[in-house]
């Protein structure tokens, strides 16, 4: 093997290794954003819940050091705000598309002002550390090309795509899955054969806000060690639409976020590599990938039918 064939091995190493890195927070929000919208209610504040988790993740393993309650605050910050939706989207049917906007600001000006008058400036903490899997001596890290690849990511990333069959289970093999396709797709016909459209849509709807909370607590203490302000820089209208590349579904999502994130780790080498690609288009890549997607009709026509559509018992 030559010092060309090296060269082209460690780029190709490099961008593999750094897009399953940062599909990491996508997988945790969109994952979330997708049992959401399963149920019928579309939350585009998942970029505002991505930060305060960020944020109240990072404070927690600041002042105390613990990675387990960095993470476990994240959760319950993202629930809370999740419960927050739940209360203007479901309860009192406000139009979904501007309270999950509306929540997005909430969660960007409040983390900018939390982060001003308790941290002042940008610190830095010791964050989820690569696992390397050693058996003695042996890591399956040190085997070329598919340790570096593969099994040098922190628990976080590990986590995120455990997730992915998880979700799968859930959704499809579980009474509680059921319910939630179901009040997405018919919840008269739901709410008729006893399910509790509002419990059910409640639930999901939580359960996509902890695990927002999550995925911005993935960058804070995970991928960046650090936590300034608008860190996700839009990372959470990706998610939102990654579910619609995913058509709902986990495998989906999975396949969107590595795209994704390949794309977007290879315009990160483009610039790294100082090649004669002007940065700016380099940049832009992933998010046009995502545009043309996104404009592909049949997935429209798999999304719940009454996604963003808000439930009244008792009408037709």
Known sequence: MNNGDLTT?????????????????????AIGEMFSQRSGVLNLGVDGIMLMGAFFGFFTVFKTGSLLLGVLAAAFVGGLMGLILCVVSITYQAEQGISGIGLYMFGLGASSLLFKT????????????ELHFCVGSFCLADVPVIGEIFFNHSLMTY??????PLAWWVLNKTTWGLKVRSVGQNPE?????????IQVRYTAVTLGGVLAGIAGASLSISL???FQENLTNGMGFIAVALVYFGSWKPVGVLAGALLFSIVNALQLWVQVLNLNIPS?????????LTIIALALPFRRSLQPAMLTKPFTRGEN
């Open 9 to 29: 091995l460690t780029i190709i190493v490099g961008i593999l290794h750094s897009g399953i890195r940062l599909a990491t927070p996508y997988l945790y929000a």
């Open 118 to 129: 308790m941290l002042g400036t940008v610190e830095g903490i010791q964050g989820f550390s």
């Open 159 to 164: 986590g995120a795509y455990a997730l992915v």
């Open 189 to 197: 016909a739901a709410d008729s054969l006893g399910v509790n459209v």
């Open 224 to 226: 960046l060690g650090i």
């Open 280 to 288: 700016d288009v380099a940049v832009m890549l992933p998010y046009l």
